[in-house]
């Protein structure tokens, strides 16, 4: 199967420790995009990437969050200093070169529970 | 402030009846209307997405239908199935121009259930 992957798929960790997750979008794609899904909600946009480089931040992600995408390939997002507040499903998606269209493929998600 | 406003929350529907879930925008520099399926677990899948430029999109037993006047879109499934019970989201993005990435605004989600 060829399409997004994360890792891990669940993630418990105690308040105040750093977490990171991995985003691995389907290849050739060169649009990468992170959104944050609480129970019951919709997800909500995080971050974008074209190619390498990080082009919008959503204000949801404080100076807590950081996101690489360091090859243009997979990407990365860390939490430093977890809060109870951060508990939530962490999605990625990709997306191919706009003019082939813009249809978002999701991963399954990182479910994040912070003690 | 929600850009994309989703009704209902919830919806039981038979086996065999229509399913229908509404969403309205306010933005009109939105461009791009895809509505998602969301089982417990997963993440997002597309079902099916709409432009402005037409009014109806049918795939299969869903259809999309769309009034840019009213600035809102709909969608409809046919012969609703128990396999169909999920959340479905509705989105929308801004179209091309100066800054704009792509980014999917999200309705609130409408969690369907059919009853066999």
Redesign the interface.
Known sequence: DTGVSQDPRHKITKRGQNVTFRCDPISEHNRLYWYRQTLGQGPEFLTYFQNEAQLEKSRLLSDRFSAERPKGSFSTLEIQRTEQGDSAMYLCASSPHSSRGWTQYFGPGTRLLVL | QQQVK?SPQSLIVQKGGISIINCAYENTAFD?F?W?QQFP??????LI?IRPDVSEKKEGRFTISFNKSAKQFSLHIMDSQPGDSATY?C?A?KG?GS?N?????????TTLQVKP
């Open positions: 989703q791009y895809p998602y677990g997963k993440g997002p899948a597309l997405a989201f989105a993005k091309d800054g990435t792509g980014k999917l605004i999200f309705g609130q989600g």
